[in-house]
């Protein structure tokens, strides 16, 4: 349980983040700089406890690349859902009085762009966080961060930089965006997912070679390269 409890507190204090620079006041041009550090510092401290997913289309993704049990699929998307909703009702009462100004994003722009940079993030995380060229580095943070934040400059004026599932239902609670608009969010942002998985799969393809078959190969050239050294 400890791994889907770390989903839901990342997920919880990463849309408590996106509700509190985006409504009223809020933190202006600075909203996208917040949010993807409430990212970078989440997957620090949880990381290590669920992988830092935060995100059902990252949790897809991940699955995808076959670095997620089957069965923490759909646990990992309930505690991040839960999470995300319950952060949108602490944003509504913290925020209780400011005007909520709705996003009206049109359908194909916003299609594209959720699509766009739902692959650039889970792309970003596959690559960063999962592959074994990159295993154990102190980066993976930022680099996932820093996607969501390149992403909210570029096309938050567009669909709104949910780039997540579950950031699209809490603005979906919260108002800033129409329940009617969600399947936009829903088919771009798993389907971009998909598709940074299959991306990673086959630029990666060596990974999918099992261990035995990767040392047995390297013994073949080993010996191939012995036997030329002695002639």
């Known amino acids: 349980m400890n791994k889907?409890?770390?989903e839901f507190i990342g997920t919880?204090?990463?849309v408590l983040?996106?509700?509190?620079?985006?409504?009223g006041h809020g933190a202006g041009p600075f909203?996208?700089?917040a949010i993807g550090s409430a990212l970078m510092v989440m997957i620090f401290a949880g990381g290590h406890i669920s992988g830092?997913?935060?995100n059902p289309a990252v949790t897809l993704g991940v699955w995808l690349r076959g670095k997620c049990e089957a069965k923490d699929v759909a646990p990992y998307m309930m505690f991040q859902i839960v999470g995300a909703v319950l952060a949108a009702f602490a944003v509504k009462v913290l925020k209780a009085g400011d005007a909520v100004t709705p996003l009206q994003p049109a359908t194909m722009?916003?299609?594209l762009a959720e699509f766009l940079f739902t692959f650039a993030l889970v792309y970003v995380?596959?690559?960063a966080a999962t592959a074994k060229d990159t295993s154990g580095n102190s980066f993976y943070g930022l680099a996932i961060g820093f996607t969501v934040l390149v992403g909210a400059y570029s096309v938050g004026n567009i669909s709104g930089?949910?780039?997540n599932p579950a950031v699209a239902t809490a603005i979906s609670v919260l108002g800033l965006s129409s329940w009617s608009k969600i399947w936009i969010y829903l088919i771009a942002d798993f389907g971009g997912a998909a598709v940074a998985a299959g991306a990673f799969k086959v630029l990666n393809s060596a990974e999918d070679v099992p261990q035995s078959q990767q040392q047995t190969e390297a013994a073949q050239v080993a010996a191939r390269e012995d036997k030329y050294s002695r002639t």
């Not at 983040?17 to 409504?23: L, V």
Request: hydrophobic residues 55%; neutral net charge.
């Open 17 to 23: 983040t996106i509700g509190c620079t985006a409504i």
């Open 125 to 127: 995380v596959l690559n």
């Open 161 to 163: 930089g949910a780039f």
């Open 12 to 14: 919880f204090f990463l």
């Open 4 to 6: 889907y409890f770390a």
């Open 31 to 33: 909203a996208p700089l």
């Open 109 to 111: 722009p916003s299609l």
């Open 52 to 54: 830092g997913h935060f």
